[in-house]
């Protein structure tokens, strides 16, 4: 991600400071209407309600940025059926 970010921003804007959070997405929305940064998130991000937030979307990604999951075989979570049939959304054409 960190390539892409800077790649995509090469030529435009002076190269971002690019930090890493493991924080929970509550906190990092806290984090930004506080003023601490611009977080790059999913689309379904926007669909929680956070105040002092505005969402902007991505309007000239040229594609789509790959991503991988990983979970146990044994693991049949209502969380994890949701994130793979969003995924399996998402890839059809």
């Not at 971002?16 to 997405?25: G, S």
């Not at 940025?65 to 979570?77: D, K, T």
Request: negative net charge; hydrophobic residues 50%.
């Amino acid at each position: 991600m960190h390539d892409h970010i800077v790649l995509r921003l090469s030529g435009r804007w002076p190269l971002p400071t690019i930090q890493r959070f493991e924080v929970e997405r509550g906190t990092l929305l806290s984090m930004v209407a506080q003023g601490s940064g611009i977080p790059l998130l999913g689309a379904a991000s926007g669909l929680l309600p956070a105040a002092d937030v505005v969402f902007l979307p991505f309007v000239d990604e040229p594609e789509p940025i790959v991503f991988s999951a990983v979970w146990l075989p044994q693991n049949r979570s209502a969380s994890l059926q949701n994130l793979l049939s969003l995924a399996a959304e998402i890839t059809r054409p």
